[in-house]
């Protein structure tokens, strides 16, 4: 049986699962303030996991390259502010 990476190739399964892991640690920093933790240590946390998860997004588009790159922009643009929206609406 053929595994992910036999089909996709290392690379981009790694850049796919950078990607992925990227919204797992945003979605880990909503519970660290729940942590029985002292503010010091929830702040380091915090901005730990903010980093590390914009540097997972950055290396998962780096890696799986401009295609992504112009995926993500189409979808970013979709959606807009109120006040940038078609006034022909």
Do not use: C, H
């Amino acid at each position: 049986m053929e595994t992910l990476i036999d089909i996709w190739g290392w690379k981009r399964t790694l850049g796919i699962i950078l990607f992925i892991l990227s919204f797992a640690l945003y979605g880990i920093l909503l519970m660290v303030p729940l942590i029985a933790l002292s503010v010091e240590v929830k702040a380091a946390l915090s901005f730990m996991l903010v980093v590390l998860a914009e540097v997972s997004f950055w290396l998962s588009v780096i890696i799986l390259g401009r295609g992504a790159i112009e995926k993500f922009r189409k979808i970013e643009g979709s959606v807009q502010p109120n006040d940038q929206q078609d006034p022909d609406r």
